[in-house]
């Protein structure tokens, strides 16, 4: 589900030297906690993404995810049922709120296409090459 929407943005799913989401179920809400990292950034997580059952409640419970993002440095944070997409860009010293966009991928939107490059890959190690 989030695979081909990452491949998009620049996180190259098929190049795993280029990066690597670790996943965690968490079998109580059927969840899955996403890490986006690169070898570009050693030891550290870029991005993170909680992916939900399509339908399921997603603004219930972020709370945690947040505030670790924001304990660890992470830059973005965004949850999804698949359908909706809530993201928060994480500012030091700012405990976010609302979500900065709120994204319906199924509405044809420009507006909430543009707002999904927030999650987009801006380390160069991602940055795909031609191959020669």
């Not at 906690?33 to 950034?41: C, E, G, I, N, Q």
């Not at 939900?52 to 945690?64: C, H, V």
Request: with cysteine; net charge negative; glycine share 6%.
């Amino acid at each position: 589900m989030v695979a081909p929407i990452l491949n998009i943005l620049g996180w190259r799913v098929s190049h795993p030297e280029f990066w690597f989401i670790p996943a965690t179920r968490d079998d109580a809400d059927a969840r899955m906690v996403h890490a986006l990292r690169s070898d570009a950034v050693p030891d550290r997580t870029l991005a993170v993404i909680e992916t939900r059952a399509l339908g399921a409640d997603i603004i219930d419970g972020i709370e945690f995810h947040l505030q670790r993002c924001i304990d660890t440095g992470v830059a973005i944070f965004a949850i999804t049922d698949g359908r909706f997409w809530h993201l928060y860009p994480i500012l030091e010293g700012v405990t976010p709120g609302k979500p900065t966009a709120v994204c319906d991928l199924f509405s044809g939107n420009p507006c909430d296409v543009q707002a999904m490059t927030m999650l987009e890959c801006k380390t160069p190690a991602f940055v795909h090459s031609p191959s020669k």
